[in-house]
T-cell receptor, first 113, second 114 residues
Framework: GALVYQYPRRTICKSGTSMRMECQAVGFQATSVAWYRQSPQKTFELIAL?????????EQNFTQEKFPISHPNLSFSSMTVLNAYLEDRGLYLC?????????FGSGTRLLVI | GEQVEQLPSILRVQEGSSASINCSYEDSASNYFPWYKQEPGENPKLIID?????ERKQIQELIVLLDKKAKRFSLHITDTQPGDSAMYFCAASEMGTGNYKYVFGAGTRLKVIA
């Protein structure tokens, strides 16, 4: 079946430092990868949508300068949170799709201290 | 872009009764509507979905209804149990297009009281 692995599951970083998270699709080709952030007590905000052979589209309030994303092939994507601060804490979810419904990873829970 | 409104934000029901969560969307191009359940500290899990070529879908105690004209869809949990207590999120998307992404509602916290 289609599976998406995300790592690390949990991480802590010091305020002002950066943190990279990875997303691996297994069993299907991830032509689209969507990265979301769920801040405490909130819903899932789309950060950016990456479709192979297209430019990565960032949503309002999110920029490539802050959340650079790589999607080099049909099974892998990574996103870095640069210069993380308290407001960046939350659950970062990666969803991958091969033209069917999205399969989500377990998320990377980021704590900033 | 697409926006999804979800109500209510908090829902308390007696065990054994039904719970209903309503969502509305703006973009008539949306054609796929999944529902997710999220337990505390966990990632969201897909529980049921519906495509735009259907008006109703049921999986055991879960029923989803879709009214494309009104751009509304809803989740109904019949015979609720304490284990149904969780956060529920609806989403809308344009599956099969270059703009395929899920736009989530704000979430509903369901509490089933024994």
């Amino acid at each position: 079946g289609a599976l998406v692995y995300q790592y690390p599951r949990r991480t802590i970083c010091k305020s002002g430092t950066s943190m990279r998270m990875e997303c691996q699709a297994v069993g299907f080709q991830a032509t689209s990868v969507a990265w979301y952030r769920q801040s405490p007590q909130k819903t899932f905000e789309l950060i950016a949508l990456s479709t192979v052979n297209s430019a990565i589209k960032y949503e309002q309030n999110f920029t490539q300068e802050k959340f650079p994303i790589s999607h080099p092939n049909l099974s892998f994507s990574s996103m870095t949170v640069l210069n993380a601060y308290l407001e960046d804490r939350g659950l970062y979810l990666c969803g991958a799709s091969g033209n069917s419904d999205y399969t989500f990873g377990s998320g990377t829970r980021l704590l900033v201290i | 872009g697409e926006q999804v409104e979800q109500l209510p934000s908090i829902l308390r029901v007696q065990e054994g009764s039904s719970a209903s969560i309503n969502c509305s969307y703006e973009d008539s191009a949306s054609n796929y509507f999944p529902w997710y359940k999220q337990e505390p500290g966990e990632n969201p899990k897909l529980i049921i979905d519906i495509r735009s070529n259907m008006e109703r879908k049921q999986i055991q105690e879960l029923i989803v209804l879709l009214d494309k004209k009104a751009k509304r869809f809803s989740l109904h949990i019949t015979d609720t149990q304490p284990g149904d207590s969780a956060m529920y999120f609806c989403a809308a998307s344009e599956m099969g297009t270059g703009n395929y992404k899920y736009v989530f509602g704000a979430g509903t916290r369901l509490k089933v009281i024994a």
